[in-house]
């Protein structure tokens, strides 16, 4: 026998000594809708002091028209940008450093020697304050773009934010690659405690825009 | 500095990895005991974890119905297992994945190297994964002649220290940031000699350590949180940006699990993806958290490889208590809240598995070949508190299930003691409802062996070893639960 049927052959027979004697039947008692409307005022304000405890930098802004501005101001000292290649090239109107588009992709030296990278966002959760980025959405990219530059400017709009984690889930398509990403990299792994900077991007600023 | 030197095993010699230490958790405990630095360590990381976490899991309303259902989802997968892999293995493939199935943790090994041999490559990226610790990947690398770099800061600082892990999540917690420090300064070569003690000067040393390598990589290597059956879709949950590394810049990636990971829905991450990092790290969410569906052109790993690994599992799940512990989602509460884990730390378990989850998870992984097994002393390194069930965010009963392994390790016995004797009828008024009023019960038989004093000074086989390097505080008339509130929340 193969590993493959021997491995299947081990766990079919242990189902029939361990299985229960009735089926299991799955609990789902727990709350599928936030508490605050997505979109809303609320859960934006909400989504605002998450992101903010886990040290990202937020600026609202009322409209789309306010987005070049705040990503210009959020960009200062940054010389080169990288954006993914379906960005609206609105949003760096107001930003005068040098653009580059990732199409054709840009090798991962390119990539190190970028300041920082701009993106859209797939659904934001206010209950986190975490953000998603779906590798096949046109303004997010692929991975790498968001992972290697060290300073991350991410735009989140009204309509993409929900209260809770089942809201987000339901409205992401897990067949091209997710990124769920709450705050800059950090690690826990001194003592336990909390501390921003590792490996991913060390600066996190958001762009909110809506209510 | 070998590892061998230090005397530790650099090759698994078992087939089943790194399960098993080398000596019976009393003995173990009694060097941990000894070790005052180690005991400050761990006191302060896991006090530091529970308050935190305390504080998150309180932020949610419904917590409780959320542990229900990650409690039944797991229990369902298990119920299904065979058929979940099975669409598991073709929505992967489907997607352009490759699937391979390990018996034990020889075999996982050998495929990995194999396929590590195949790329050409002599050096990998790794990160942090239980599954390949489990079976001694790193050293089966070693051996073939490929570095293997853990990328994970912990994992990072027990590989450079040539030390073993001692914590799920943490794997270096017994190490203070002074000794960190140390630690960076004589194994990292191109480390700053002024580097100081503070976390933020060390996460960035590390950081500096390990970019060019990131950059490079041509191969990686992760383990897997959760892997959906209905749609292919792996994920790995992190905080450094170290797994994101591994699991996008490579040209390949080889993912290996165990077989219980397997979930069967993408809906079921919405409630995973709320009891992890809350019971983990104790933050509302992790900072980073990865899925992927086989291969994605032109994003990321263009050659994706998984391994299932059974390695004992499918004797767990013959048991029908005991594969309980296979919902382990090594979120690591049960550790943070045990109070001989705090004091023992996670070596003293011999197993890469420690604490509550290890002592009922490493006997059923090996089975227990007899009582001179280091393993059948596991089940007893516990006082049966309770705080372990109550912290599981999947509802183990690990009190319930230490107290069978107990029976079971008894049941091996030629010659009962007394211990054994109250054991065994424990297990059976135990299996029974109202377990918690039962488990008081136990507290009483801890103040029978306290005697008048109200310390624990000696216990029958096998904690006889432990008790006698410390005096254990014996349980108070109330319950022992009321006494842990008190003096450690
Ligand atoms: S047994 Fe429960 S608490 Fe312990 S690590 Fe596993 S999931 Fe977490």
């Known amino acids: 026998m193969n590993a493959r049927e021997e491995v299947l052959a081990r766990l079919r027979s242990a189902s029939v000594a361990g ?12 709350a599928t809708t936030g508490q605050l409307a997505p979109g809303s005022a609320e859960v934006l304000a909400r989504l ?22 705040a990503v210009a101001a959020f960009l200062g000292g940054a010389r080169t940008v990288v954006v993914p290649s379906g960005l609206p090239e609105a949003w760096l109107a107001a930003y005068d450093g040098e653009v580059r588009r990732d199409g054709p992709p840009l090798s991962v030296d390119e990539l190190d020697a970028v300041d920082a990278v701009v993106t859209g966002a797939a659904v934001a959760i206010a209950d986190t304050g975490t953000f998603v980025l779906a590798s096949a959405a046109s303004d997010q990219g692929r991975r790498a773009i968001t992972l290697v530059p060290d300073h991350h400017v991410c735009v989140i709009r009204a309509a993409d934010v929900v209260c809770s984690v089942p809201e987000a889930v339901t409205r992401l398509d897990p067949s091209a690659p997710l990124t769920f990403v709450s705050g800059p990299s950090a690690t826990s792994d001194i003592e336990l405690d909390r501390v921003e900077g590792v490996h991913g991007p060390r600066r996190l600023d958001v762009v909110l825009v809506g209510p | 500095m070998t590892a061998v030197e230090l005397g530790m095993p650099t090759v698994a010699a078992d087939p089943h990895g790194h399960l098993r230490g080398t000596e019976s958790f009393p003995k173990a405990a009694h060097h941990a005991l000894a070790d005052t630095q180690l005991r400050r360590n761990l006191g302060h990381a896991t006090r530091t974890i529970r308050a935190k976490r305390a504080a998150v899991v309180s932020e949610v309303d419904d917590w409780e119905e959320l542990r229900r259902a990650g409690e039944t989802i797991k229990a369902d997968t298990l119920a299904r297992l065979p058929e979940l892999l099975v669409q598991l293995e073709e929505q992967v493939t489907a997607r352009g994945g490759q699937v391979h199935w390990a018996r034990d943790a020889e075999e996982a090994n050998r495929i990995v190297v194999d396929l590590v041999r195949g790329t050409g490559a002599d050096e990998v990226v790794k990160v942090k994964s239980m599954a390949t610790q489990e079976t001694g990947l790193n050293e089966a690398l070693e051996a073939a002649g490929v570095a293997a770099f853990e990328t994970d800061l912990a994992e990072l600082i027990v590989q450079l220290s040539h030390d073993r892990p001692s914590h799920f999540l943490v794997p270096a917690i017994h190490r203070n940031r002074a000794e960190i420090r140390e630690i960076f300064l004589r194994e990292m070569p191109d480390v700053d000699p002024a580097l100081t003690d503070e976390p933020r000067r060390l996460a960035m040393a590390a950081r500096a350590h390990l970019r060019r390598k990131f950059l490079t990589a041509k191969v990686g290597i992760s383990g897997v949180n959760f892997a959906v059956a209905e749609t292919g879709t792996l994920s790995v949950v992190e905080s450094e940006g170290n797994g994101r590394m591994c699991l996008t810049l490579p040209e390949t990636l080889i993912s290996v699990m165990g077989v219980e990971k397997v979930v069967p829905t993408w809906q079921d991450l919405e409630v995973f993806l709320q009891l992890l990092p809350r019971s983990s790290t104790g933050e509302r969410m992790n900072p980073y958290t990865s899925t992927w569906t086989g291969v994605t052109p032109g994003d990321g790993p263009q050659t994706f490889h998984l391994v299932l690994l059974d390695n004992g599992r499918s004797n767990v799940l013959a048991s029908p208590d005991g ?20 004091r023992t730390g996670g070596h003293a378990y011999g197993s890469i598995y420690p604490g509550p989850i290890g002592a009922v998870l490493s006997p059923q992984l090996t089975g227990i070949s007899g009582t001179d097994d280091v393993n059948a002393s596991l089940p007893y390194a516990s006082s049966l508190c309770g705080a372990c069930f109550d912290a599981c965010p999947v509802r183990i009963d690990i009190p319930h299930l230490l107290v069978q392994q107990r029976a079971a390790a008894v049941a091996a016995h030629t010659r009962p003691t007394g211990q054994d004797l109250t054991m065994q009828a424990m297990a059976i008024a135990m299996t029974t409802p109202g377990r918690f009023k039962l488990a008081e019960k136990a507290l009483g038989l801890g103040r029978v062996l306290a005697g008048k004093k109200g310390r624990i000074t000696g216990l029958p086989w096998p904690m006889s070893g432990w008790t006698n390097a410390r005096d254990l505080p014996a349980p108070p008339a109330e319950t022992f639960r009321q006494w842990w509130e008190r003096t450690h929340r």
Not at chain 1, 19 to 30: G, H, I, L
Not at chain 1, 48 to 69: Q, S
């Open chain 1, 19 to 30: 299985n229960p004697a009735t089926p299991v039947v799955v609990t789902r008692e727990y």
């Open chain 1, 48 to 69: 605002d002091e998450t992101l903010t405890d886990y040290k990202a930098t937020v600026t609202r802004v009322a409209t789309t028209d306010d987005v070049p501005g």
């Open chain 2, 323 to 342: 594969r309980q512990a296979l919902h382990c989602i090594r979120c690591s509460a049960c550790l943070n809240v045990c109070p001989v884990y705090e």
